[in-house]
């Protein structure tokens, strides 16, 4: 398979189509348009559907029709689109529904500003929209990364039939690196709920709709049932040096990766700091990260936001460990240099 | 070992595709590369620039505090980028628009009259791939040969008849630092 180069945004979109997925309704918003446009221009290709909705709030609802009667589909958009969307997730989750969206995240809060931001964290792995659902929820941090995680999101997604979240930020959507992409062998049975024409069976009905309180207590409870599952067999993390490590960085999708140039620094003036990069924000890998907390003198946990993903670090760590933060807002991408430097600040050497 | 490379100029010079098409190089030549755009809303005009990074190594962080390598195609780009260049990095000025010296003297500075070379040429926009030529005989990141496939590939069946017109432009530039 030859490596090409490519744009984050662009991979994930051709990763979707590999992954059979053949139905995309978008609403073009930036830091994520060249996604939107890339569908527009392949799924005709393969004989798909692209469609330009009116607003993210008819994308949602298109994707809602299309997972009702079976069919892998997509949306993408970027952080005051994906707010719009929240309450259609809300109810895919609710009708067990397998969707996959994307969320490239820019600066906020409110319009914000187009530049890469991690500030969605809390919508996406808490809620986001109403009611006790969860979103699965995947952080790529290299276009490689997006590309495989992009295809495990459909996975997931049939496998939990439950919405899953490709969140990654306008950096990774923006930049360009090498990438192969091969075709997966798609196999996934929805004859058990999918609406495809009650000829020759009982009619089904997919809603998220149930007026006694008992009877969606029950729905509820089998969504509790999913989500316990998830939480035990779908942790996903990467470790990065963090045999020896006194210093843990603790920080996901692009800041992940700025975090390795960061333990590489470290590593040359030798001191022993390592990483952990959670990949899925949702189920959070909190065992892991609390068997390394353990072992080491200090957590600092980079993000670009005021410190969402740290309160999930706390939960794994706390009373363990000292814990502190670093985090850039609103637009602004830390260097190396600067996490550098205050971890520096941090132990002591500055 | 491992080169990063800030490419900064005004919106229209073409410093994205410069990037690319350095990117696309190294990634000919085996090397890990990545390419980062910054630029604002504007279609042109404005200033944009991108990061592109070639290793041996798997790249980790795709941002540099301090380049090795600043290519400044215009004098805003020169005053923002020069501060960041590291010690004994390489300076590529655009001497046909930047009417004045750097200020630094630890770091290696090369002028290139990219427009007037271009213009030469007989087209303008090819400044750019004059300033690629120049990059590539001073620092020797990637081959000649590569930066002519990344370029052919780049300017596809739609651009192939360009392809001839950017070939000469890059070898004027890779002639004009004596390479």
């Not at chain 1, 993408?76 to 490239?104: D, H, K, R």
């Not at chain 1, 316990?228 to 692009?254: H, I, S």
């Not at chain 1, 068997?291 to 670090?313: C, N, P, R, Y």
């Not at chain 2, 040969?145 to 000469?168: F, M, P, R, T, W």
Request: with cysteine; net charge neutral.
């Amino acid at each position: 398979m030859k490596k090409i180069m490519m744009k984050g945004t662009e991979a994930i979109g051709e990763a979707a189509i590999m992954a059979g997925c053949r139905n995309f309704f978008g609403y073009p918003i930036t830091p994520q348009n060249e996604l939107t446009e890339y569908m527009a221009r392949r799924l005709p290709e393969v004989g798909g559907c692209f469609l330009q909705a009116e607003s993210e709030v008819a994308a949602v609802n298109m994707i809602y029709g299309a997972a009702s009667v079976g069919k892998r589909a997509m949306t993408s958009t970027s952080s005051p689109g994906f707010s719009l969307m929240q309450e259609g997730i809300s109810y895919i989750a609710c009708a067990q529904l397998p969707a996959v969206f994307v969320n490239i995240v820019r600066g906020g809060p409110g319009l914000g500003d187009i530049q890469p931001s991690q500030g969605d964290y809390f919508q996406a792995t808490k809620g986001g929209g109403h009611g006790d659902y969860r979103l699965i929820v995947l952080a790529p941090s290299t276009v490689q990364e997006a590309v495989t995680l992009t295809e495990l999101a459909f996975e997931l997604a049939d496998k939990y039939r439950n919405p899953a979240l490709v969140l990654a930020d306008g950096l990774l959507g923006q930049m360009m690196e090498p990438v192969e992409i091969e075709e997966k062998q798609v196999s996934y049975d929805n004859s058990s709920w999918a609406l495809t024409g009650a000829k020759d069976r009982p009619p089904r009905k997919v809603t998220s709709f149930n007026i006694d309180p008992y009877e969606l207590e029950k729905m509820n409870l089998k969504l509790q049932e999913k989500y316990r599952k998830m939480e035990q067999e779908e942790p996903r993390w990467e470790e990065f040096q963090t045999e020896d490590a006194d210093v843990l960085l603790v920080a996901y999708g692009t800041v992940g990766r700025i975090c390795k140039s960061v333990v590489r620094m470290a590593r040359e003036a030798g001191l022993k700091v390592g990483l952990f990069r959670p990949i899925t924000l949702y189920p959070y890998p909190y065992k892991p990260l609390e068997e390394l907390a353990k072992h080491v003198s200090l957590i600092l946990t980079v993000e670009m936001s005021s410190g969402q993903m740290l309160e999930d670090v706390k939960l794994a760590a706390l009373r363990l460990t000292r814990i502190e933060f670093y985090g850039r807002m609103a637009g602004v991408v830390p260097t190396p240099g600067e996490i550098f430097d205050h971890l520096m600040h941090l132990i002591g050497r500055r | 070992m491992t080169l990063s490379f800030v490419l900064a100029g005004f919106g229209g010079q073409g410093v994205m595709l410069m990037g690319q098409i350095l990117a696309q190089a190294g990634m000919q030549e085996g090397k890990n590369v990545t390419w980062f755009p910054s630029y604002g809303p504007e279609m042109r005009g404005g200033t944009a620039n991108c990061t592109v990074i070639i290793s041996d190594e798997p790249v980790a962080s795709p941002i540099v505090d301090t380049p090795d390598v600043v290519v400044a195609m215009n004098i805003p780009s020169l005053l923002k980028f020069e501060p960041k260049l590291k010690k004994d990095g390489f300076l590529f000025l655009n001497s046909s628009v930047i009417d004045r010296k750097p200020s630094r003297n630890n770091i290696r500075i090369i002028e290139v009259p990219a427009n007037e070379i271009a213009d030469k040429i007989g087209n303008l926009k090819v400044a750019n791939m004059v300033m690629l030529g120049a990059i590539i005989a001073a620092t020797k990141c990637v081959r000649k040969e590569s930066v002519a496939s990344a370029l052919e590939y780049k300017l596809g069946e739609k651009g192939s008849s360009l392809l001839k017109l950017n070939i000469e432009a890059i070898e004027a530039g890779i002639r004009h630092v004596g390479g």
